[in-house]
């Protein structure tokens, strides 16, 4: 049961991606079959939009979080005043665009499979979000970490909803550390650190994290101390945070709050079975096929925030750094900073100048 959850949760999250740990031994495993999963989001940012198509592989321990790109499919979206954004096929399963969703328009997807089987989205409007009134932090001296809350006044309109998420960068003197070589005599030695070659960062974030919240109880009014993350007091140094706020409308967040309620699932014995969570995309020509995934579309703000955490009165907790050899000889070549889409960046961050 432990392993289908894990299963399912990561066909429908597999933008989200987390390596998990799984015992392979497992009696009472039960094969899920194969299922496309389409999903995508257009927004408000500059790009790159974004529509990943794959198929789950059928389930084993082998095969435990596996999906498997589709290739060759043609992917457009349309909105409500008929005008056409194609997608470009970039490799393995991912399609992208640079054309911006504007406010007020509604989006459906559309692709058609080489095979020739059409899917269609439910039209999503995308709906205004609501600026950020205050972001804040209170320490948490038992844990040595420190959360990282928001405030945002609701719009009117009823059936808005939100979802959140964050991004750690950090600048990095060493693009690559030292690694342990074997050398022809049979012995070993440590390579030396080397530096980045231009600017670069890595990047850390929750691929896992589903942090949505409704206005069915606030309407109107402000959403308070929402979490948005936890910060480590590993030094004094400040800690940069690129906080996002996504608008969702009542569908979106209906099909977020499923699989945030899957997710969180501890896979006890009194559980109720897990299913596929089938999302707002259809089969045109066979209505009983269940897709997986979802097409939305959402106004997108960005707020750079920097974490002071010289100000605590506390000792923090140090994080062992990782090890650079001691010097020899002639310094060695520098190393480039490879680019790899929310791990590593040589792009600057909003707001990383204060």
Same mark, same amino acid.
Not at 139 to 158: C, F, G, M, Q, S
Not at 198 to 210: E, G, H, L, P, Y
Not at 321 to 347: H, K, L, Q, V, W
């Given at each position: 049961?432990?392993?289908?959850? *894990?299963?399912?949760?990561?066909?429908?999250?597999?933008?989200?991606?987390?390596?998990?740990?799984?015992?392979?031994?497992?009696?009472?495993?039960?094969?899920?079959?194969?299922?496309?999963?389409?999903?995508?989001?257009? =927004?408000?940012?500059?790009?790159?939009?974004?529509?990943?198509?794959?198929?789950?592989? @059928?389930?084993?321990?082998?095969?435990?979080?596996?999906?498997?790109?589709?290739?060759?499919?043609?992917?457009? @979206?349309?909105?409500?005043?008929?005008?056409?954004?194609?997608?470009?096929?970039?490799?393995?399963?991912?399609?992208?665009?640079?054309?911006?969703?504007?406010?007020?328009?509604?989006?459906?997807?559309?692709?058609?499979?080489?095979? +020739?089987?059409?899917?269609?989205?439910?039209?999503?409007?995308?709906?205004?979000?609501?600026?950020?009134?205050?972001?804040?932090?209170?320490?948490?001296?038992?844990?040595?970490?420190?959360?990282?809350?928001?405030?945002?006044?609701?719009?009117?309109?009823?059936?808005?909803?939100?979802?959140?998420?964050?991004?750690?960068?950090?600048? *990095?003197?060493?693009?690559?550390?030292?690694?342990?070589?074997?050398?022809?005599?049979? =012995?070993?030695?440590?390579?030396?650190?080397?530096?980045?070659?231009?600017?670069?960062?890595?990047?850390?974030?929750?691929?896992?994290?589903?942090?949505?919240?409704?206005?069915?109880?606030?309407?109107?009014?402000?959403?308070?101390?929402?979490?948005?993350?936890? @910060?480590?007091?590993?030094?004094?140094?400040?800690?940069?945070?690129?906080?996002?706020?996504?608008?969702?409308?009542?569908?979106?967040?209906?099909?977020?709050?499923?699989?945030?309620?899957?997710?969180? =699932?501890?896979?006890?014995?009194?559980?109720?079975?897990?299913?596929?969570?089938?999302?707002?995309?259809?089969?045109?020509? +066979? =209505?009983?096929?269940?897709?997986?995934?979802?097409?939305?579309?959402?106004?997108?703000?960005? $707020?750079?925030?920097?974490?002071?955490?010289?100000?605590?009165?506390?000792?923090?907790?140090?994080?062992?750094?990782?090890?650079?050899?001691?010097?020899?000889?002639?310094?060695?070549?520098?190393?480039?900073?490879?680019?790899?889409?929310?791990? $590593?960046?040589?792009?600057?961050?909003?707001?990383?100048?204060?």
């Amino acid at each position: 049961m432990r392993h289908s959850i *894990l299963y399912l949760s990561y066909i429908l999250l597999a933008s989200l991606l987390a390596n998990s740990c799984i015992t392979p031994y497992d009696p009472d495993l039960h094969t899920a079959e194969s299922r496309i999963v389409i999903e995508g989001l257009i =927004s408000t940012l500059p790009g790159p939009q974004k529509v990943r198509i794959t198929h789950s592989a @059928v389930y084993t321990n082998a095969t435990a979080g596996t999906n498997i790109g589709i290739a060759g499919a043609i992917v457009y @979206v349309t909105d409500d005043l008929e005008s056409r954004i194609d997608y470009t096929d970039i490799g393995n399963g991912n399609y992208e665009t640079y054309i911006q969703g504007s406010v007020g328009r509604s989006y459906q997807l559309h692709v058609i499979m080489p095979d +020739d089987k059409e899917y269609i989205s439910e039209p999503d409007l995308l709906k205004p979000v609501s600026q950020i009134d205050n972001i804040y932090w209170e320490y948490n001296r038992e844990k040595k970490e420190i959360n990282v809350y928001l405030d945002v006044t609701d719009a009117p309109t009823p059936g808005d909803g939100y979802l959140w998420k964050w991004q750690h960068y950090e600048k *990095l003197t060493y693009c690559k550390y030292s690694e342990l070589v074997a050398l022809p005599n049979g =012995s070993s030695t440590w390579t030396q650190c080397r530096e980045c070659c231009t600017d670069c960062w890595d990047i850390t974030q929750c691929r896992s994290c589903v942090n949505i919240a409704g206005d069915q109880y606030v309407n109107g009014n402000q959403i308070k101390k929402q979490l948005i993350t936890t @910060v480590p007091y590993s030094n004094y140094t400040p800690y940069y945070l690129l906080i996002e706020q996504r608008s969702l409308t009542s569908n979106a967040y209906a099909f977020w709050n499923s699989v945030k309620a899957q997710t969180s =699932s501890t896979g006890g014995p009194f559980d109720a079975a897990p299913a596929p969570i089938v999302g707002n995309i259809k089969n045109i020509a +066979d =209505s009983k096929e269940k897709v997986l995934g979802f097409f939305g579309a959402s106004d997108i703000i960005q $707020r750079p925030y920097w974490q002071e955490r010289n100000q605590i009165d506390d000792t923090p907790n140090p994080v062992q750094p990782p090890f650079c050899a001691p010097a020899s000889g002639p310094p060695p070549m520098c190393y480039a900073c490879i680019e790899d889409a929310g791990y $590593r960046t040589n792009f600057q961050p909003p707001g990383w100048n204060r």
